[in-house]
């Protein structure tokens, strides 16, 4: 599995920017695709995941209503709205995926560095 995320870079506080994480490697069917992000000196910590099937997403709760995941079965790409930047949302940012049937992500991407100033 390859995942390659893009579209990171240096924006204002309170503009919007799309991630794309492009997949390949095997068919996603059953498998769940996710965000990270590590902001620095910080632990990296969860964003959104959405299930490949339904499209069933799921998001930490200092994201909700500002983020939004969304994945485009046919060109098997993976995708973050993020809305209403701010400073803290400075991190670079990770795609993943895993298996429903498993705990942890077993693939990652390399990052896209997003840096938001004020």
């Known amino acids: 599995v390859q995942l390659q995320a893009s579209g990171g870079g240096s924006v204002q506080a309170g503009d919007s920017l799309r991630l794309s994480c492009a997949a390949s490697?095997?068919?996603?069917?059953?498998?769940?695709m996710g965000w990270f992000r590590q902001a620095p000196g910080k632990d990296r910590e969860f964003v959104a995941s959405?299930?490949?099937?339904?499209?069933?997403?799921r998001y930490a709760d200092s994201m909700k209503g500002r983020f939004t995941i969304s994945r485009d079965k046919a060109n098997v790409m993976v995708y973050l709205d993020m809305n209403g930047l701010n400073p803290e949302d400075t991190a670079v940012y990770y795609c993943?995926?895993?298996?429903?049937?498993?705990?942890?992500?077993?693939?990652w991407g390399k990052g896209t560095l997003v840096t938001v100033s004020s």
């Open positions: 959405i299930t490949w099937n339904l499209g069933t997403t």
């Open positions: 993943a995926s895993r298996s429903s049937a498993a705990t942890t992500y077993s693939y």
């Open positions: 490697g095997r068919t996603f069917t059953n498998w769940i």
